[in-house]
């Protein structure tokens, strides 16, 4: 591209560092100037009054730096722009709108719009021929023109979209349309800075131009010192006019417009912001300080000077860490023992297995098993079993057996008994249940012990 590549180069080279993307878009209210470039290298826009006044009564005090303008910028523009169902059915009824009113076109608004442009026609054709003797009086009739053609290029795009749009009618888009255009003004916006072609660069700008006005006010905010302040833009946007006009080529009225003003902080985030925002996203997770520090590579002591430097950067109460660590599930950073083998000890607690049966298989002790199935329990928010019910749980199970045919000295010990204990408990158990236990003699027969009986079952 031979126009990006004329002109004075910077000495170390870096035109990324320059963006020429957003230039002549910013002002300065207080002197109805807009911003030029200057400071070291280039790099920033300033205005040039400001610069002529004492530095405590500068409107604008902080210089704007070209790179962050351009990122933080374009970013908020595609944010505005991104296509979502609202914004894009709101558009689709401008465009309805748009087509409606040129179906039942104002004659008195193509009058005055034909008067308009003769007239501006005329003030620039006086403004040529007369543009004054001394250099200051040339000066600002050239300024007086320049205004002068731009008001009669609008009334001119608007008059002739008028009459285009009579004559051939419009087209009311759809959807997918209306989602294709958001989608390509905002890689258009997103890449033009990045792009070689003049033509994306001239596209990408008229874009920025049409969502803000082609001005962005700044502001100082913050105080007047090195490194303490920092420039506000302001600007009002409305999208849905803006794209429905490219959309049917018709201006909307000033009644249908409904901008609203956006603001944009041209503040360079810290790196102490960044990471205590990171931190702060891992806290609302859930984590544990100790697992925040692991995740970032960070010790302790820093992550609490991120989680609190998060809260005071915002006016806000920086929180009890204790009091949280009490309201989380996890108020350890390794998974305790008695939760690990929850699982597990519920599944052998099922099979009516008591607590010291299963702490042996799982090689622990019972307070851990009446820990891990109490908590398997309440956080599934079930009933804890009793003592009760795991005593009626155990001897359903060593019924059960004893009638398929398990001696009761082979299945005693797997319930934590002796033969005359279980033999006593079982029969108590049938006895709560109406029923009468099988008498275990004449049932046996010859069986020995791991052999099921053989005999007689007699009541």
Known sequence: NEKRKSGRKPPD???????RLLRQLFACPEHGRKLVVGGPYGRSLLCPLCRATKAEDRPLYTHLN???????TCAKLVELIRSDSELVLEIIVACQQAAESVQKPDPERLSQLRSEAKKLMSKIEFNRRSPGESPAEQKQTELLLKELRGQYSAVSVELASLETAQTQGVVVPTAEDVTALLD????????ASFSEAETDFRIARRIIDLLTGGQIDLYQMGERRQNKGWLQGRFVVDVVSAVSSQLTGLTADAEQRQGKEVIIDYKAEKLIDRQAEAAK?????????KQIAKEMGKSRSYITVLIKHWFRSRGLPVPDGRRRRKQLPNKQDKLPL???LADEAVQLADQGLPYLVIARKLKTND????????????????????????????????????????????????FDYGPRGLTLALRKFYAELGETMPDGRSRRGNARSGEPVNGNSKN
């Open 13 to 19: 080279k870096d035109q990324d560092a320059r963006p």
């Open 66 to 72: 070209r790179e962050l303008a351009l990122q933080l």
């Open 184 to 191: 390509e003004f905002g890689n258009l916006i997103a890449s």
């Open 281 to 289: 996203a891992l806290s609302d997770e859930g984590l544990l300080c």
């Open 338 to 340: 008695y939760r690990q």
């Open 367 to 414: 307070t851990i098993i009446g820990k891990a199935i109490s908590w398997w329990h309440t956080s599934r928010n079930l009933p804890v079993p009793t003592a009760d019910d795991r005593r009626k749980k155990t001897l359903s199970k060593a019924k059960e057996l004893y009638e398929q045919g398990i001696l009761i000295k082979d299945m005693a010990p797997d």
